[in-house]
C-alpha cells in the first residue's frame, strides 16, 4: 500500500507565493515520475509539472517561468514552488507518482488533493 499525503496549499493573496509538498510512503521499491496537477471549478484536470527521478522537468506552458518543480528522492517527496500566483491558478492541486513497487510492477498513485486560493 503506497500513500501520498500532500500538503501546503492555502489562501493567498495576487502576486503571493505557496510551496506545495507531497510525500509518499508505504511499499515503494522506487518514483518514477512525479507529477502536479490541478482541477479547477468546472474544469478538467490538467498536468502543471512533473519531474522524473533524474530531475528532467516538464512544465505546462501557463505555469513556466512561474512555477518550479523539484524532489527529494532521499524522502519520496516532491515540491511545487508557485510564485507570482494569479487568481486563475485557484484550483485543487493534486499529486500523481508512478511508483515501482517490490515486485518491480508500476502502479499510478493520486494524493487526495489541496486547495490553492488566490484572492484579487
Known amino acids: 500500500q503506497v500513500q501520498l499525503v500532500e500538503s501546503g496549499g492555502g489562501l493567498v493573496q495576487a502576486g503571493g507565493s505557496l510551496r506545495l509538498s507531497c510525500a509518499a510512503s508505504g511499499s515503494i521499491f522506487s518514483i518514477n515520475v512525479m507529477s502536479w496537477y490541478r482541477q479547477a471549478p468546472g474544469k478538467q484536470r490538467e498536468l502543471v509539472a512533473g519531474i522524473s527521478n533524474g530531475d528532467s522537468t516538464n512544465y505546462a506552458d501557463s505555469v513556466k517561468g512561474q512555477f518550479t518543480v523539484s524532489r527529494d528522492n532521499a524522502k519520496n517527496t516532491v515540491y511545487l514552488q508557485m510564485n507570482s500566483l494569479k487568481p486563475e491558478d485557484t484550483a485543487v492541486y493534486y499529486c500523481?507518482?508512478?511508483?515501482?513497487?517490490?515486485?518491480?510492477?508500476?502502479?499510478?498513485?493520486w494524493g487526495q488533493g489541496t486547495q490553492v486560493t488566490v484572492s484579487s
Open positions: 500523481n507518482a508512478h511508483v515501482v513497487l517490490p515486485r518491480l510492477t508500476v502502479t499510478d498513485y
